[in-house]
């Protein structure tokens, strides 16, 4: 479950279906933007359009069975406050991340009608995610009355999603290792993973295909040769030539040739991960999408290739990923691109590929993190999301956190990656170029001005930004590429965007959403496969947060790396000592009772006995209290801690310690 993104909520025992959703008022949280009221709750986003009052929900998915798609949400009202005072509410925005706020904000049409919204119930939506029916939608509890400025709140409410047959759903029969990846990335984005053995799709055996496959020019094989084999012994693997897609597999051009062999290897041969190999040309899709105005995005989306339903061209005018091409936006496989069509350049991703995962060298690096924040819109900073991100970084990790001030920014950032950084957040504003910062000359953060310093080969990071344009592949070679084809130095996979990030000031934008979710997905849910973290990090967004812009900076993310690439930290094994072998990480178990209005029994495991640090935080990601903060002794344990201090809601209880960090869900009602 998304610990930090749940409002209280508890699946009833009598209807699995029901959610039961409470807030407490004092939750609510209000500032001022341009003269108009901006409305907070934990983990909220509006799910209106641009114009529309910026009024938040609450996003919630769940595994539905094979063969139905979420028709409807009835909601029983069982507590409404009027919270004290008039309010102008301010509209949705969306700017992008290079481009200044409008003078002139618009306003819809609903700030001259009545109650706002119409429906409490929005976004309503299924998918598939490798086999599996995800249903999500959002709930906004708040009611506006544009002409009087009065505001209503639900309190508590019961939430019964109403599911219908759906005779379009496809019933695919897919390996064990194909349901097995997908349930280990679900169970951290449905409300109810004990329903996914359940609702799996049907596992058939003997399946003869690889999981891992590459794609590319046979002129390259012999470049990716070392890459394939390493690949043979850690997953199972194949490679590919382009020449044998085109001549096997048909399609309106290369493009569809590629994926339809894709959708062919993993609906029949166990397709897990998909590397593709090529620069701008005949193995990218271009999208476009056109949002809310802005567009055709006219920039490259790979996750064309991961996700597999449809055809995205629905309405068949050889425009893909627009809206009208009912595009799923869960991925089904993992994919990623080394992009290149030069074999110096490729050789030197494979090296360092293969180096990271069998040579690396040890150190401090491996948990070092580095935040960088520029300056957006002064004065919102980048610093914003960097700081949210922090909060899901082990406590045990060095961070390295490069903030811009009005008029300067620090200027050691190249040194501190040449030091040794193994997960790196760059945000500020974004070209082909580089990404760069607000203030003063130089502004490079990291960028064509100064990549070239950079010595940090065999300590590598992995980058991911909501810079605009870091990551276009058109044209000229962008930053994201350079990073991964120097020699001397750069990163082992980069996740920048291909057009322009988006932002919602004085709120989060769909671009920091994304940048979070990442984090979430890495360091709390434990998914160390880097092209996993970035799908399912996608796949949280989209099944848990409804918002402007979301679509287009789901499409223009992509992952220049192996999809299938170790994250470093998660290579790490357990230190000398006694305690559990079979562990590398702690373990916490739910509160005992759940939900809990008094004393709960915290229960943990230890891989090995040492300093751990046991943290409840709210969904804003605040520290809400200290359970524990000192030694646990290797094996099971327990604690006690006393919840009647804090507010109702639902919290997230975190234990840190130098093997690694967990997680679970308390929900305090009182």
Sequence with gaps: MTLFLQVAMVLMSVQATDISFVIDPTEVGFTEFRGEDVVYIPGGASPFADGE????????????????????????????????????IAPVLSVPLNQSIPTVIPHSS???????????????????????????????PFTWNPSTGTLSLVTGARLTPVTAPATDASHLRLSDNQVSTAISALESIVQNPEMLEAYAPEIIGGVDGAPWVVIADEEFQSTLQ????????????????????????????????????????????????????????ETTRVSSLIVGGQGP????????????????????????????????????????????????????????????????PSGDWHTTALLGGAFLWPPYSGATVCDSISARIPSSWIQHKLYESTGSHPTNIIDLYNDGVSYTSTN?????????????PPTDMISSGNYTDLT???????????????????????????????????????????????????????????????????????????????????????????????AWVLQENNLLGDP?????????????????????????????????????????????????????????????A??????????????????STLPSGCYSVVINSETGSASTQMLVLR
Excluded at 304 to 321: I, Q
Excluded at 322 to 346: A, F
Excluded at 627 to 638: M, P
């Design 53 to 88: 009052p910026a009024l938040p929900g609450m996003g919630y998915s769940m595994v539905i069975p094979q063969g139905t798609y979420l028709e409807n949400v009835e909601v029983e009202v069982l507590s409404k406050v009027d919270i004290p005072g008039t309010y102008n």
């Design 110 to 140: 609903s700030y001259s009608r009545g109650m706002f919204p119409t429906a409490a119930i929005q976004d309503i939506n299924t998918g598939n995610k490798t086999g599996f029916r995800v249903a999500s939608f959002v709930y906004v």
């Design 226 to 281: 070392p890459l394939i084999d390493l690949r043979a012994s850690t997953h199972g693997s194949d490679f590919k030539t382009t020449q044998w897609i085109y001549a096997n597999y048909t399609g309106r051009d290369t493009q569809e040739q590629i994926r339809n062999y894709l959708i062919d290897a993993y609906e029949n041969q166990g397709l897990v991960y998909a590397l593709i190999v090529g620069d701008f040309g």
């Design 297 to 360: 995005m006219n920039s490259v989306a790979d996750l064309y290739y991961s996700d597999l339903d449809g055809s995205w061209d629905e309405d068949n005018d050889n425009k893909f990923g627009e809206l009208s091409d009912n595009v799923d936006y869960y991925s089904d496989i993992y994919t990623g691109r080394y992009s290149t069509d030069v074999s110096s350049r490729l050789e030197v991703m494979v090296a360092r590929t293969v180096a990271y995962e069998t040579t690396a």
């Design 428 to 440: 500020g504003h974004g070209y082909q170029s580089g990404i760069y910062w607000y203030y003063n």
């Design 456 to 550: 940090n080969n065999d300590i590598p990071p992995v980058f991911h930004s909501i810079a605009c344009l870091a990551g276009s592949i058109e044209n000229i070679a962008s930053i994201a590429e350079r990073l991964m084809f120097r020699a001397a130095g750069g990163g082992v996979a980069v996740m920048f965007n291909s057009n322009n990030g988006w932002g919602a000031p004085p709120s989060f934008g769909a671009s920091e959403w994304l940048e979070l979710y990442f984090a979430q997905v890495l360091f709390v849910d434990e998914q160390y496969e880097i092209g996993v973290t970035h799908s399912v990090s996608k796949d949280e967004f989209k099944a848990n947060v409804g918002i402007s812009m979301q």
């Design 564 to 624: 299938a690439l170790q994250f470093i930290a998660g290579q790490m094994g357990i230190e000398e000592g006694e305690g559990n072998p079979s562990l590398t990480s702690p373990v916490i178990s739910t509160p005992s009772p759940n939900p809990v209005s008094g004393t709960c029994a915290v229960n943990y495991t230890m891989p090995v006995t040492g300093t751990a640090t046991v943290s409840v935080y709210d969904l804003s990601g605040r520290l809400a």
């Design 626 to 643: 200290t359970v524990h903060q000192g030694i646990l002794v290797s094996g099971q344990g327990s604690l006690n801690f006393d919840a």
